[in-house]
C-alpha cells in the first residue's frame, strides 16, 4: 500500500497550508484560522479517529469557500476524503497505523519548529500541545 505524505507549512498571517498525498492523489488546502480553530479540529479528529475508530469530519475554512476532509478506517486503511464545490472529489488511501503515524509526526514537528509564541501570533490560537502529545504517544 502507498505510503501517506503529509505536509503542513508553519502558519502564516493567519493561513496554514496543507498537503496531502496519497494512493488516489493529492489535496492542499490552504486554511484560515477563522471562524473556527481547523487546526484544533484536524489534530482532535485523528486522534479521536485513531483511538476509538469511526469516522471523522473536519471542515477548513478558506474564505469564503470550505474543503471538508472525512477520515475514516476501512479494514486496515486509513481513508482520506475531500469533498469541495470548487474541485472534483479526491479520496486517498493508506495504510492506517502508518498513515495516523504520518500526520502526528507531521503535527509534532509543525509545534517543535512553530512553538506556543508561533502559533499564537501568526495562527491567533494557541497550539493543541496535549492533543498533539496524547497522539504522538501511540508511536513513540
Known sequence: MNRLQVNIDAPKAGWLSIRIAG?????????????????????????????????RVVRLHEEPDSTEISFSRIDNKLVIEVANSDREPVRLEAGFDAGCREFARRFKLLLEEVGYDGFTKEWRHRPPRDEIRKFWQHFE
Open 23 to 55: 494512493r488516489g492523489g493529492e489535496i492542499s488546502v490552504a486554511a484560515s484560522y477563522t471562524p473556527d480553530d481547523g487546526f484544533y479540529d484536524l489534530v482532535s479528529s485523528l486522534r479521536a479517529l485513531y483511538e476509538f475508530g469511526g469516522s
